[in-house]
């Protein structure tokens, strides 16, 4: 039988037989769903504090510099967490991972109603308790959307779950000002809270049933690098003696392959001598870093140009809204459109964001009249385009690096992301006044660096080659059959009977 073959950074290869069983499960929609629940929960809890500062001031009676740690400590939080990432995965398994976070999401929201003195040290020491909890809890939320990508979606539909989960986190941070509306006086600061401890232990309750009930992985993989990924880690225990040879898996027919997974440390190495990657990590850097750093100071640079405060509010709020569906609409390119590539969607989106930070940049220089709708536009054209980078560099850093582990790649990636957004927000210190204008030009600039960081990127779709390179003939029938029903009692979805498994026969 035939085979596909890949070679890894180090020389070796992977091989993957040409035909093989894999399906995908509707059920893979259901987990994403509670993935997506799980990253809004926790964006929620991490700006609990910021749309209702006055207010929860005067109830607990707390200094204004305790409001402002809250959320520093759950981005600092972040940092330590996505280190143990591959580690927790590799032990635990993906699904009891998600299950591990959403209880401890649970708790740290449960901290914050503990039935204590509202005035008291031991009530503002639980609620530092909480925003470190959840902060640790961000990296399951954000860093391992890919590795439940692959685990469950085919490759046609990849970009699409990667881009969903990692865009929820932007449609957290907007339910979390709008949950916050209601709260007019400080007497609804704690209905609030206890709003959200409901909502995160409703969470966890159906997280740890469906881990009752359901497998944690689909019976078979939707992809030739998901069933690879599977039996190398099947694998695991083998002598590094044997590493090297053809291992037959008894127990599962899915796959005949070389099982040689790589160490942590030589997945880091790959990682950082990688041209094309560390393009991906310093852009992707640059651009979400100047852009938080921005808007942390939006009012301010729009407030010359006779902007109000509620104005940059709904800006701010209209911009997160369009997060989501724009990630989705640049990841259906990539998915269904053919000739569109990653490097050319974050060229174009790095080339618009630099093109509109400069427009602004220079209206408020008063060198181009500044054109209220204009300014809107190029406002939400660069969150837009920002935004939907984020949702589309994992998938091309774990393209242009697979072999290594989606977990390893996209969690560096996260903490390199999560650095750069806690970072350039201290820029606004050291600018005041009218000087804060040059934040406008920083942002230029960074954006710009990223255009040229683009040419440095050479897209290699290593992981998708062995999932649709097919030989005998065979690739036609790929483009039209986007999943293998192979399963004894699983109808074909055209009903022309079953697909034979040629492992089994």
């Not at 690096?401 to 996209?410: A, C, I």
């Not at 350039?424 to 030009?441: D, E, M, T």
């Not at 998708?464 to 483009?479: A, N, P, V």
Request: charged share 10%.
């Amino acid at each position: 039988m035939s085979a596909i073959q890949a070679v890894r950074e180090d020389g070796c290869s992977i091989e993957a037989p040409a035909m093989m069983a894999m399906a995908s499960y509707p059920r893979r929609w259901w987990l994403l769903t509670l993935l997506v629940a799980l990253s809004t929960i926790q964006s929620c809890l991490w700006l609990t504090y910021t749309p209702i500062f006055a207010q929860a001031q005067l109830y607990y009676g707390w200094k204004s510099i305790n409001f402002d740690l809250f959320p520093a400590i759950g981005a600092a939080m972040y940092l330590p967490a996505v280190c143990f990432c591959d580690w927790l995965v590799n032990r635990l398994g993906l699904r009891n991972v998600f299950v591990l976070a959403s209880w401890f999401l649970c708790i740290a929201a449960g901290l914050r109603v503990v039935p204590v003195d509202r005035h008291s040290n031991t009530a503002l020491v639980l609620a530092h308790l909480s925003c470190i909890l959840n902060g640790l809890m961000g990296a399951a939320a954000i860093a391992l959307v890919p590795q439940l990508s692959a685990s469950w979606f085919p490759p046609s539909e990849r970009t699409l779950a990667t881009a969903v989960g990692a865009s929820a986190t932007y449609i957290g941070a907007a339910v979390g000002f709008v949950v916050g509306l209601p709260v007019v006086h400080p007497d609804d600061v704690p209905r609030l809270l206890q709003l959200e401890a409901l909502v995160a232990t409703a969470h966890a309750l159906v997280w740890s049933l469906d881990c009752c009930c359901f497998p944690g992985l689909p019976l078979l993989p939707p992809s030739r690098s998901a069933a690879i990924d599977r039996n190398q880690k099947q694998h695991l225990s083998t002598p590094a003696s044997k590493q090297g040879s053809p291992h037959k898996n008894e127990n599962s027919p899915l796959l005949d392959v070389v099982p040689t997974r790589l160490s942590p440390g030589q997945e880091v190495v790959l990682l950082v001598t990688n041209r094309s990657y560390m393009a991906l990590l310093v852009g992707l850097c640059l651009g979400a870093g100047s852009y938080t750093g921005w808007t942390s100071v939006l009012n301010q640079i729009l407030q010359p140009l006779d902007f109000s405060a509620q104005d940059v509010n709904w800006i701010g709020f209209a911009t997160s809204m369009v997060a989501l569906p724009s990630g989705v609409f640049f990841a259906l390119l990539i998915d269904k459109a053919k000739g569109v590539s990653f490097r050319c969607l974050l060229f174009v989106q790095f080339t618009v964001a630099a093109a509109c930070f400069a427009w602004i940049s220079l209206a408020a220089s008063g060198v181009l009249p500044h054109e209220r709708n204009a300014i809107i536009a190029a406002s939400m054209l660069i969150g837009i385009c920002i935004t939907g980078c984020n949702a589309l560099a994992y998938e091309a850093a774990i393209e242009v690096v697979y072999p290594v582990g989606e977990v390893m790649s996209s969690t560096i990636l996260s903490g390199a992301l999560s650095f750069s957004i806690s970072v350039f927000p201290l820029l606004r210190f050291a600018l005041s006044g009218n000087s804060l204008n040059a934040l406008n030009w920083v942002a230029t600039g960074c954006c710009g660096a990223c255009v040229l960081l683009m040419l440095l990127y050479k897209e290699q779709r290593r992981r998708f080659s062995i999932d649709s390179g097919l030989s005998d003939g065979s690739e036609h029938q790929h483009k039209h059959q986007r999943q293998a029903w192979v399963v004894s009692g699983v109808n074909d979805p055209r009903g022309a009977g079953l697909y034979p498994d040629p492992d089994l026969s």
